[in-house]
């Protein structure tokens, strides 16, 4: 147990009512959660709001109220303070209760569009291999060291992050590498936590239905950079037309990384094929397992961000390449009896379908097809739909549009409005079927020898979700057993 005064520091107080010396148990932003000598954050969110259970939370026994606005009733056995903003007060409340475990090992955030998944899983990846202890807070899933916990979000809540990290530090890890989510930062899941380096990887259109305008959107990735203290580094794409303004106002160390443009870190392609890349980082040739020119930015930022936390450069490209691919991001496999190839990747947004198509026409001969399985998430941005078709539809032979995660939305909905973003010229390229895992079975019988089929949107998931309930879904499990039935 802690005392409430302990775990308010650094946190801006408006009014303070009743007793700050009393001991709490745990911290709670979820009523339901709460128990005796618990302090109860009421955060206002977008469809709940904290402050209508503030009742529920005292009569389960929350010692303590941490809100926004003050009840008309208040109970006099309870303390009540309120501040201006209950996330940025949870964020710092949770990096007290767990005496600042980020200040304990080296934390480095990744934040952009794409690549966050990646460029977090194979930093986590470099420095094992290397002898570290190494943590991950990612997508895909959290590590501490080699345990493996469960995940559901980009950037988890602070309390979670910041047990996380505690344990981390408990078992002595060295560094941790943590995807650093637009939601994240707007909503101060990070704030408090000290970063020894930040990476950015790219802006393209997503989160627009969160982020009222890509300004926004842009300008709260920003955010992240300009937060980062003096001895950090700020590692930036700058190829891409933001990778600049990350920079901009950072205290940190400027660094750039690029394929294009002449700065600190610089690659040059060499050879791009489905076995892999042969990347010429800084004057230095490495071979990389990993596909595609959207890939070889990965794989420089991972070098980069590897040398700027002091590790010698050769030892870096001999580990680069023994790394291994991403669950779900452009794995693929052959199969034996019709070399036809099947590609899992969980490109969601407009910009990342087109990096993965654009590399499979790159590698393809065009003596084949490329067939792409793609669908949009419900109740998400409704205005990438239209974009996505666009893209899938011009840079495929054969496109058939499906549900990915229609969650509480109508799935046909969903589709219509993608249809809306198909040309004219490659209208007959396309079938809409609703059912994903029919869609794919149909993608397995219209390949023929030599043909590509892409299944995009859902990649390392292993779920569907529609009207709210998850049921077992893999696309590389489905598209495998298809193809297999159809080889016998």
């Known amino acids: 147990m802690m005392i409430l005064k302990d775990i308010l520091y650094k946190v801006s107080l408006d009014i303070v009512i009743g007793a700050t010396d009393v001991s709490i148990n745990q911290i709670q932003f979820d009523s339901r ?23 529920k939370a005292v009569s389960k026994g929350a010692t303590a109220v941490i809100l926004e606005e003050l009840p008309d009733y ?43 998944t990646t460029t977090t899983s194979l930093l986590y990846q470099l420095f094992k291999k290397s002898g570290f202890k190494t943590g991950l807070i990612s997508t895909v899933e959290i590590l501490i060291d080699e345990k493996i916990v469960p995940t559901k979000h980009t950037t988890p809540d602070p309390i979670t992050i910041n047990k996380h990290l505690a344990d981390m530090a408990t078992v002595g890890v060295d560094y941790c590498f943590m995807e650093v989510s637009s939601h994240g930062i707007a909503q101060e899941r990070v704030t408090g936590l000290e970063f020894a380096g930040g990476v950015f990887t790219n802006l393209s259109h997503d989160h627009l239905d969160y982020h009222n305008s890509f300004a926004e959107y842009r300008d709260v990735k920003k955010r992240f950079f300009d937060e980062l203290p003096k001895q950090a580094f700020a590692l930036s794409n700058l190829d891409d037309k933001n990778g600049a303004v990350m920079l901009q106002n950072t205290k940190a160390k400027k660094i750039g990384y690029a394929l294009k443009s002449f700065t600190d870190y610089r690659a040059q392609i060499l050879e791009n094929q489905f076995g892999g890349l042969l990347l010429k980082i800084n004057e230095h040739e490495v071979w990389s397992k990993m596909v595609g020119q959207f890939n070889a930015y ?44 099947a590609i899992v990747d969980y490109a969601h947004t407009p910009d990342a379908l087109k990096n993965v198509l654009e590399t499979i026409n790159s ?36 496109v058939i549009f499906t549900s990915d995660n229609p969650r509480t939305e109508d799935p046909q909905k969903i589709l219509d409005d993608m249809e809306e973003g198909v040309q004219p010229q490659d209208f007959k390229k396309t079938i809409t079927i609703l059912d994903r895992r029919q869609a794919i079975k149909a993608a397995a019988k219209m390949a023929d020898k030599n043909d590509i089929i892409l299944i995009a949107g859902k990649g390392h998931e292993t779920y569907q979700e ?14 495998a057993d298809f193809l297999n039935q159809l080889q016998k």
């Open 363 to 398: 590698i393809r001969t065009r003596n084949e097809r490329v067939i792409t399985v793609v669908g949009c998430g419900g109740d998400r941005d409704s205005t990438k739909r239209p974009k996505m078709a666009h893209i899938a539809a011009a840079l495929s032979d054969q």
């Open 298 to 341: 990965n794989v420089l930022a991972i070098y980069a961000c590897a040398i700027e936390l002091g590790l010698e450069a050769i030892e870096v490209l001999e580990v680069i390449s023994r790394l291994e691919g991403v669950a779900g991001r452009f794995q693929y496999f052959t199969t034996i009896k019709n070399n036809i190839t």
């Open 74 to 116: 208040q109970d006099e056995s309870v303390t009540y303070i309120k501040v201006e903003n209950a996330h940025n007060a949870l964020a710092l409340m949770a990096d007290n209760f767990y005496d600042n475990p980020s200040k304990k090992l080296k934390l480095v955030g990744v934040t952009g569009t794409n690549g966050k």
């Open 33 to 55: 959660a709460v128990q005796s000598d618990d302090v109860f954050v009421a955060l206002k969110g977008s469809i709940v709001d904290g402050h209508d259970y503030i009742e």
């Open 466 to 479: 529609i009207n709210g309930v998850r049921s077992d879904f893999n696309d590389r499990t489905i598209i």
